[in-house]
């Protein structure tokens, strides 16, 4: 069974930059063929993609948000990270990643339980 946990700062400054990281355990984030997402959902809000890194390490991102977005992945420690410049309170947010075998039904069949982002001064 596949488990995913999100890490990372639960409060971030206007204009810095939010890392966040996933670690996978009960499969490889090499494994063919599969995607692994970052998805946020912001309060009272619907989901929202950003974007994602495939187990052959291509990265694939919202249009939306791919000015200041960042995906990569340590293959050594199986993990992904996310990271988001400049970020405005528009930006908080809960933060999760979720993977999936494609990208086109939206369909996800793992998820992390999500990390809360806040952003203040």
């Known amino acids: 069974q596949v488990q995913l946990q999100e890490s990372g700062p639960g409060l971030v400054k206007p204009s810095q930059t939010l890392s966040l990281t996933c670690t996978v355990s009960?499969?490889?984030?090499?494994?063919?063929?599969?995607?692994w997402s970052w998805i946020r959902q912001p309060p009272g809000k619907g989901l929202e993609w950003m974007g994602a890194i495939g187990y052959d390490g291509s990265t694939y991102y919202s249009p939306s948000l791919k000015s200041h977005t960042s995906i990569s992945r340590d293959t050594s420690k199986n993990q992904l990270s996310l990271q988001l410049t400049s970020v405005t309170p528009e930006d908080a947010a809960g933060y999760y990643c979720a993977g999936a075998d494609d990208l086109v039904t939206g369909y996800f069949d793992s998820w992390g339980q999500g990390t809360q982002v806040t952003v203040s001064s």
């Open positions: 009960g499969d490889s984030i090499i494994t063919y063929p599969y995607y």
